[in-house]
């Protein structure tokens, strides 16, 4: 029989992200409130991971921490989803305040692999700061997925791995981020030549950017990778037509999924294959 993770798929919702702004994309959730009931019409619609970045009173980006343990709090009482708090951040949020994210203690936390050009902005991930955060990972109990927007970033993972050894919980699962502006294109040949380069053993999800979702979510399929869908990386459910929320989006990935044979993994599964401990 094959292994859990072969013949179902993980589906990550990144619900909110840091880059949209509320007052163009009124779907977007961005209260407390929004966020948790956004999470559980995604785990309803077959998610099992949620990626999550909060906002303030004012709606713009924060990693306050007080406001990150309430995320997390709120979203274990209301959903059986692991919890992966951004340790992205916005482009404009410092190392110290990054690194602190860990201390709301979720579940799962992304660490990205490098620094790339974000659209006019820089997203910095430099050597230092990705060592300092996975020996955080490391201290904490929390399980990493490795973000990688770029080859340089696969490589980085190699040298990761083999001078830090392995992450908690003993598995390693990298998200392919595809179709930021500076970063590697969205398609199925960039996909393909990404995976061959992945560390053995590894389990992968991919995302495209934009108009990069539906070329990147069919390839990742065919490929046997699994999903991250989410407001995050899309506001356009087709062209011309704005999503009208999250669920939609997991929707869609999960009956794509169903089709080719590989439903959703429940969270019960995902912990398992992820390596992320039960809830006490
Ligand atoms: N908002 C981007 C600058 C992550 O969450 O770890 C970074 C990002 C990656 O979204
Ligand atoms: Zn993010």
Redesign the pocket.
Known sequence: MLPIMDNHTLITVAPT???SRKSDVPALPVTLDELVTTAKECQAAGASVI?V?IRDEQARPTLDLARLSDTVAALREGTDLIVQL??????SDGFPARLAVLDAGPDAC?L?CGTVN?GDEV?HNPWPFIRELYARTQELAVVPEF?LFDFGHIATLHRLLAEMGSPHGGHVHCDLVMGVPGGMPGNAATLVQAVAALPAGATWSATGIGRTTLPVLFAALSAGGHLRVGM?DTTSFARGRPVTGNAELVERAATLAALAQRPPLSCAQARQMLGVSGRS
């Open positions: 992200g840091a880059e990626h970045h951004s340790t992205g951040g916005a482009v992304s990205t974000f997203f973000e995050e």
